[in-house]
Structure formats: structure tokens, C-alpha cells
């Protein structure tokens, strides 16, 4: 049977061996990540619940339409590389935008394996009044920032999705999470 000491947990700065140095605290008001997580939940959530609950879409099928209105036609790999949404969530947004008749799905005659999406008329009049309601969202909430704020905003945050998405490792580099299974 293998022990433990409880205290070990429960060690503070007076405690803490003196060959080991204090953890960090990670103080998350000051994370970037959680604050940017924050802040993007927190408008997720405002504009669905303002514009797309209405429409009775979630969040992933909103997702799924804007990367139609914008980039039809594309398969769904590429939806789930444009909005970062894993398969099963991109699969089942648009399972469910199909049955509602708002995405159609055409197959690649010369390879019927293929096939790419994009929005059926009702869709593409869904997406523009929805796309006008969240610009304007977007309007309002900008106007707390001046206009050189939201030109170094637009560029720092173009700067650090370049970074993180050079700093993310591709699928095939990863390292299984079981290396002994």
C-alpha cells in the first residue's frame, strides 16, 4: 500500500521545504487566456441570447451559418478549421441546420465522397438579419473604445492569434495523452 502525507498539501511558505521553491499563484484575473475566454463567453452568450435564441439556433449552428454566409461553399473539415468547433459540434449543427432547411449539403459529382455546404435561400435570409443585429452589437460595443484603441485592438489581437496558432502544434505532432495504451 502506498502512503502519503496529508500535510504535504497543505504546506504554506513556512512549511515548504527549503530545496523547494513556493508554486506560483495563478491569479486568474490577470491570465490572459481566462480573461480572454471571459470575455468571449460573455459576448457569446449576450448576442445569442439577444439574437440567435429567438431564431432558435445555439451558438455552433450560429457558427456554422456565418462560415457558410462567408465562405460557401466548404466541407465541414474546413468549418471545423475556420471556427476551431470539434467534429461531433460542427456534425451536429449541422445535422440540425439541414433538418431545418437552412444548410444544403452537395455532393462533388466527380468524387462522390466529397461533398460541400452552404446555405439554402432561407439560410442566407436568416444570416443576413442575424449578421446585421450582431454587427451592430459589435458597433455598440466598441464604442467604449477610441478609434486608435480599436485599430491597436484589431491589430494586437491579429498579432496574437498568429502567435498562438504558430505556438499550437499540429494533430499529427502530438503525443497521445496514454503513451502506454
Given amino acids: 500500500m502506498i502512503g502519503f502525507n496529508r500535510n504535504y498539501f497543505h504546506m504554506n511558505a513556512a512549511t515548504t521545504p527549503a530545496t523547494k521553491p513556493a508554486a506560483p499563484m495563478l491569479a486568474l484575473e490577470h491570465f490572459l487566456p481566462y480573461r480572454l475566454s471571459v470575455l468571449s463567453q460573455l459576448v457569446s452568450t449576450s448576442i445569442h441570447d439577444r439574437?440567435?435564441?429567438?431564431?432558435g439556433l445555439t451558438i455552433p449552428q450560429w457558427r456554422v451559418m456565418a462560415i457558410l454566409g462567408r465562405f460557401a461553399p466548404v466541407s465541414a473539415s474546413e468549418v471545423c478549421d475556420r471556427t476551431?468547433?470539434?467534429?461531433?459540434?460542427?456534425?451536429?449543427?449541422?445535422?440540425?441546420?439541414?433538418?431545418?432547411r437552412l444548410v444544403q449539403r452537395t455532393v462533388d459529382p466527380g468524387d462522390r465522397r466529397r461533398s460541400a455546404l452552404g446555405l439554402t435561400p432561407e439560410g442566407q435570409r436568416l444570416h443576413q438579419q442575424i449578421?446585421?443585429?450582431?454587427?451592430?452589437?459589435?458597433?455598440?460595443?466598441?464604442?467604449g473604445l477610441t478609434s486608435a484603441e480599436r485599430t491597436a485592438l484589431d491589430r494586437l489581437l491579429?498579432?496574437?492569434?498568429?502567435?498562438?496558432?504558430?505556438?499550437?502544434?499540429?494533430?499529427?505532432?502530438?503525443q497521445p495523452r496514454h503513451p502506454d495504451t
Fill in 131 to 143: 449578421a446585421a443585429l450582431a454587427l451592430d452589437y459589435e458597433r455598440r460595443l466598441l464604442q
Fill in 84 to 100: 476551431l468547433l470539434d467534429k461531433v459540434t460542427v456534425s451536429r449543427a449541422i445535422a440540425a441546420l439541414r433538418q431545418r
Fill in 51 to 55: 439574437y440567435f435564441q429567438p431564431s
Fill in 158 to 174: 491579429q498579432k496574437l492569434t498568429g502567435h498562438a496558432r504558430a505556438m499550437r502544434m499540429p494533430t499529427s505532432a502530438r
